[in-house]
């Protein structure tokens, strides 16, 4: 897989550090780092993607190269701490790998990392496949010590989860460094910044310059009439839907390798530019002076396909409109988005539309309770943002309902800190749900501070969420089980009407990770259901309108394949018509 590739690439250019904060499409990299031996290098989650690119900062000063990994947003909360080390350089080589998601399969935006790339002055490489995905990372670690940079490797969604076959090679051993003792090179002073600046001008040209003379920028002679440059995965679907077209192949879309260029457009005769999301290359060729189609065919949004090109190809007029195959259809069948079955958070959502909240959600599994049938979310932003959301609500002064800021563990220690701290210290009238989970659950199952365990699975102090909040100044403070309903119905209401800031720490493990949680399956007493709906509006992807008729009536049933026995059903139930098989002897995991 290309994040695997990535990983390797890292592993076999020496690293003694790689640190990330959790985000598809990225989080394979360094979870994948994890699976080489300790004693190579130190695999670390971090609490988000600046504390990691912090930490991977620190160790190329100290002498190690270092790779943090992330996904296009996260680079958005790193940002602060790359545009200041692009003016004081590195030691040791420090590449930060950066999943983008184009088409938004996993993400709140679409956004192209190139651009901070350009913002920062650094290079970005963008392989075009697994091999180039190790072969490049590889690379980066030897541009940014020769050039005293930190590089950005570029991935997105389809070549960071594509498979295909790689040449492995082996581990070096990069020379020794010490610590820079000038604080010129590790000091952020503004007459530092100053005196650096050039410099860092200069670097770029000089980047550019190699990029020019590497074998890494190919010519691919072909038809002189029509010539193509591409970079990344869009190279592989040119190649399939253009064969015979003269190709220049980037391997870096920042800073561009101009003589190159130059030269690749004066042997063509026209001149195509095709790079996923934004015209990137294409406005820089046309700063150069040269004349250049590219975004009029192709899209700014989505992610690029071999179907995508040929349409825009043939509207270029590059290749005749190819013969629709009729009579032939095939669509995927529909599925909603809903939280797992026996999904913990589900009562919680419930028990908030209760007390009829105004609530702020945040990133993670949870957001789906935004929609039907919980729909009990009224805005999410970005990491972190429901805490300072829910804190702007309450000091507008216009919403008469209970305000509830709601977010996941993971995403509190994130990002969450900063806006509880705010809130006590403006006084803000709201209620902060820890949806505590125990785990990163929408990345897959990583850890972090408050799960105890390292990437490793190794044992770790564990953030206790209550004290830390009251350690921030927060007086009221509960803890309790989402599979408890009547407490959390009535620990919510409770909350809703405290004045000040209050806090409820959800407690109940994610039933799919790192474990998968199996009780015994629940089942339906038709006889006695008056399919009232209450059970569907858990949202309980287990339980659906059975197409039997009893009485001229419908009534839910309960797929015992997807069942795992939570109890939270059966706990709303007003007649009472839900509940384990009479012939089992196994507790449902939600029993008390």
């Excluded at 958005?76 to 692009?86: E, G, I, P, Q, R």
């Excluded at 920062?120 to 670690?141: G, K, M, N």
């Excluded at 197409?547 to 001229?552: F, Q, S």
């Excluded at 419908?554 to 839900?578: M, Y």
């Amino acid at each position: 897989m290309g994040n695997e590739a990535i990983a390797r690439g890292a592993w076999e250019a020496g690293i003694g550090v790689a640190v990330a904060y959790p985000g598809t499409p990225s989080t394979e990299i360094v979870e994948s780092l994890g699976r080489y031996p300790s004693g190579d290098l130190r695999a670390e989650w971090a609490a988000n993607e600046k504390t990691a690119f912090d930490i991977a900062t620190g160790a190329s000063f100290a002498g190690r190269r270092a790779l943090c990994a992330m996904k296009h947003v996260g680079l958005n909360v790193a940002s602060d701490s790359l545009m200041s080390l692009t003016y004081l350089g590195v030691n040791a080589g420090l590449v930060v790998a950066v999943a983008d998601d184009p088409g938004m399969h996993s993400s709140q935006n679409e956004q192209d990392t190139r651009i901070f790339a350009r913002f920062a002055c650094v290079p970005v490489l963008e392989p075009a496949d697994a091999q180039e995905a190790l072969d490049y990372t590889r690379i980066a670690f030897e541009i940014s010590e020769e050039f005293a940079t930190p590089v950005i490797l570029r991935s997105t969604t389809r070549l960071s989860h594509t498979r295909s076959p790689v040449h492995l090679g082996s581990r070096i051993r990069p020379r020794e460094r010490r610590f820079p003792e000038n604080p010129l090179r590790t000091v952020t002073l503004p007459a530092h910044a100053r005196a650096n600046r050039p410099e860092v001008l200069a670097r770029e040209a000089k980047i550019g310059a190699w990029f020019d003379e590497s074998a890494l920028t190919r010519i691919e002679p072909g038809d002189p009439e029509l010539g193509v440059i591409t970079v990344g995965l869009a190279y592989t679907y040119v190649r399939e839907v253009l064969p015979a077209a003269s190709i220049l192949k980037l391997a870096a879309s920042w800073p561009l390798p101009k003589k190159a260029i130059a030269a690749f457009a004066r042997s063509v005769g026209r001149l195509i530019v095709v790079e996923e999301l934004e015209p990137l290359i294409e406005e820089q060729l046309r700063v150069m002076g040269f004349e250049v189609e590219g975004k009029v065919f192709f899209p700014r949004a989505g992610e690029l396909s071999p179907e995508i090109l040929r349409r825009g190809f043939e509207k270029a007029g590059v290749l005749e409109p190819a013969a629709r195959r009729a009579g032939l259809s095939a669509e995927s069948i529909p599925r909603p988005p809903l939280l797992c079955a026996g999904c913990p958070h589900m009562s919680s959502y419930m028990a908030l539309r209760a007390v009829n909240a105004r609530v702020c959600g945040d990133i993670g599994c949870y957001t789906l309770a935004a929609i039907e049938p919980l729909a009990a979310i009224d805005t999410c932003v970005s990491m972190g943002a429901s805490i300072g959301n829910a804190v702007g609500l309450a000091l507008a002064g216009t919403e008469k309902r209970p305000i509830v800021a709601t977010i996941g563990d993971s995403t509190f220690l994130h990002s969450g800190l900063p806006p509880l701290i705010d809130a006590v210290y403006m006084g803000a009238d709201i209620t902060v749900l820890i949806l505590d989970n125990q785990i990163t659950a929408m990345t897959g199952g990583q850890h972090h501070a408050g799960t105890g365990r390292s990437l490793r699975g190794e044992p770790r102090p564990r953030v206790d969420f209550a004290a830390l909040c009251r350690s921030l100044g927060v007086r009221w403070v509960r803890t309790v089980d989402s599979y408890d309903m009547g407490t959390l119905y009535q620990t919510v209401r409770e909350a809703a009407e405290y004045k000040g800031v209050s806090v409820i720490v959800a407690n109940r493990p994610c039933v799919l990770d790192p474990v998968r949680i199996r009780g015994v399956p629940l089942e339906v007493d038709a006889e006695t259901c008056v399919a009232c709906q209450m059970c569907m509006n858990l949202g309980c992807p287990a339980i659906s309108w059975d197409e039997a008729m009893y009485d001229g009536h419908h009534k839910v049933k309960i797929d015992a394949a997807l069942c795992i026995g939570c109890t939270l059903c059966a706990q709303i139930c007003p007649s009472n018509c839900i509940r384990a098989p009479a012939s089992s002897d196994v507790e449902p995991v939600g029993a008390a």
